[in-house]
C-alpha cells in the first residue's frame, strides 16, 4: 500500500545528489508509483528543473498510465514535459487486467489524447510496452499497434518484462522480442527495443521493493 508521497524539495534534492555524481542530462518521473497521484509536487518539481535546474523541457519525462488529470494539467505549465503513456496492450479488457488501478481508458482513446499532447507540444509521445509472453506478444497485437499509431507522432518502446518474485509472467525470447521490433519498423511505426539493466540486483524497472517490510509495501 501507499506510505507517503515526496514533495516537490525531496524531488528536487534526488535529482541535485545525483547531479553531484554525474552529469545528468534527463530525468524520468516514473517507476513504484503513479506520477499523477502527486500530481502538484510533480509539476513544481518539473518546474523548478526545467526553470532553475536548466534541464531540457523535452528531457523531463512525465510517465503515466493515463490520469485523465495529466492532459489538463501538463499543457497548463510554463514547462511542458515529454509525455510516455503506458500502454502494454490494445486490448481494452486486457489492460484492464494488468492495469487494475488504472483510469477506464480504452487505448484509442489514450491514444488520442496523447496525440493531441504530442502535436500541442511539438514532440511525439513514448507509448511503453511491457512484453510479456504470451500475453501480449502475438501477431495480433502486432496489428493493433499498427492500428493504433499509424500515423501518430509517437515512438513505440518495447520492453522486455523483468521478472520479480511471485509474479506469473516472462519475457519473450530475446529474438522474438527483436522479431517484433522489426516487425513494427517494417510497417511504419518507429520503435525502440529497451534493454533492461539491474536485474541482478533486483534493481530493473518494476523490482525495486520496500525491502524494510519484508517486501509487503511499496512507496
Not at 510517465?63 to 489538463?72: I, L
Not at 521490433?181 to 520503435?191: E, P, Q
Request: proline share 5%; net charge positive.
Amino acid at each position: 500500500g501507499l506510505k507517503q508521497q515526496v514533495g516537490s524539495a525531496e524531488i528536487v534534492a534526488q535529482v541535485a545528489l545525483a547531479r553531484q555524481q554525474r552529469t545528468l542530462r534527463r530525468v524520468v518521473f516514473m517507476g513504484m508509483g503513479e506520477p499523477a497521484h502527486n500530481l502538484e509536487n510533480v509539476m513544481e518539481a518539473i518546474e523548478l528543473l526545467g526553470i532553475v535546474g536548466d534541464i531540457g523541457h523535452r528531457n523531463l519525462v512525465f510517465s503515466t498510465v493515463g490520469d485523465p488529470r495529466v492532459f489538463e494539467r501538463l499543457p497548463q505549465g510554463p514547462v511542458k514535459p515529454a509525455l510516455a503513456l503506458s500502454l502494454h496492450t490494445t486490448r481494452a479488457e486486457l489492460r484492464t487486467r494488468l492495469l487494475p488501478r488504472a483510469p477506464r481508458i480504452a487505448p484509442r482513446d489514450l491514444v488520442e489524447a496523447g496525440e493531441r499532447y504530442a502535436r500541442a507540444i511539438a514532440y511525439p509521445i513514448q507509448y511503453q510496452w511491457t512484453l510479456l509472453e504470451g500475453i501480449n506478444d502475438s501477431d495480433e497485437e502486432l496489428d493493433g499497434i499498427v492500428a493504433l499509431l499509424s500515423g501518430k507522432y509517437a515512438v513505440m518502446n518495447l520492453i522486455p518484462f523483468n521478472a520479480g518474485e511471485g509474479m506469473p509472467f516472462r519475457r519473450p525470447s530475446s529474438e522474438r522480442a527483436r522479431e517484433l521490433a522489426r516487425h513494427l519498423h517494417r510497417r511504419g511505426i518507429l520503435t525502440k527495443l529497451r534493454q533492461s539493466a539491474g536485474q541482478d540486483v533486483d534493481g530493473g524497472c518494476g523490482q525495486l521493493r520496500a525491502r524494510g517490510t519484508g517486501g509487503r509495501g511499496f512507496l
